[in-house]
Nanobody
């Protein structure tokens, strides 16, 4: 069964850090780029970061650039999102999603093109 499972969310104060993990089962991530998305209450789901299959190319939304770092360990079939200097505006459900290499080269981590989605993990930044 193909599955993506996020973990690592929680409550944190402004300025704090969290590391999210996205673990894949039922398929190998070697042939997939991974996107991290988030959805705050009342807002659309937006892409936060994206990493290609080898980890050699990354993308960050302007709102998180310099604070978030995406990485992957294909041997562990897992992708990570290190989030530092968290702000209340980062509060959201965070999702990881996988897209095939072929599609990635055309549309990168466009939300509409992702092939598999996790169920999300909640990040709450409170003051």
């Amino acid at each position: 069964q193909v599955q993506l499972v996020e973990s690592g969310g929680g409550l944190v104060q402004p300025g704090g850090s969290l590391r999210l993990s996205c673990a894949a089962s039922g398929f190998t991530l070697d042939y997939y780029a991974i996107g991290w998305f988030r959805q705050a209450p009342g807002k659309e789901r937006e892409v936060v970061s994206c990493i290609n299959s080898s980890g050699g190319s990354t993308y960050y939304a302007d709102s998180v650039k310099g604070r978030f770092t995406v990485s992957r360990d294909n041997a562990k079939n897992t992708v990570y999102l290190q989030m530092n200097s968290l702000e209340p505006e980062d509060t959201a459900d965070y999702y990881c999603a996988a897209i095939t290499v072929k599609k990635y080269y055309s549309i990168r981590c466009a939300r509409r093109g992702m092939d598999y989605w996790g169920k999300g993990t909640l990040v709450t930044v409170f003051s």
